[in-house]
């Protein structure tokens, strides 16, 4: 997992794109993997960045295997 930070029982990382464009595109291209894992993150986007935040809210809101899991898979899509 590249550059993801672990605080507050959260992983978090900032995706930096070239454009507004590129940002959402792959915010589209992950939420296709996002819902196959059906793990759905917290995340938003400014200009050509997108913010995401992964945790296990059916655990009480900490990070599990299922956080590690999409957080790598993510990370395939830069």
Known sequence: MNNWTETNNELK??????????AID??????????????????TNEYN????????HDEGNTITQKDRELAQALDTME
């Open 26 to 43: 792959w915010m589209v291209k992950a939420s296709v993997e996002i819902d196959k894992q059906n793990h759905h993150p917290t995340w």
């Open 13 to 22: 990382k900032t995706f930096v794109f070239s454009s507004f464009k590129d």
């Open 49 to 56: 960045k997108v913010h995401v935040c992964l945790t296990t």
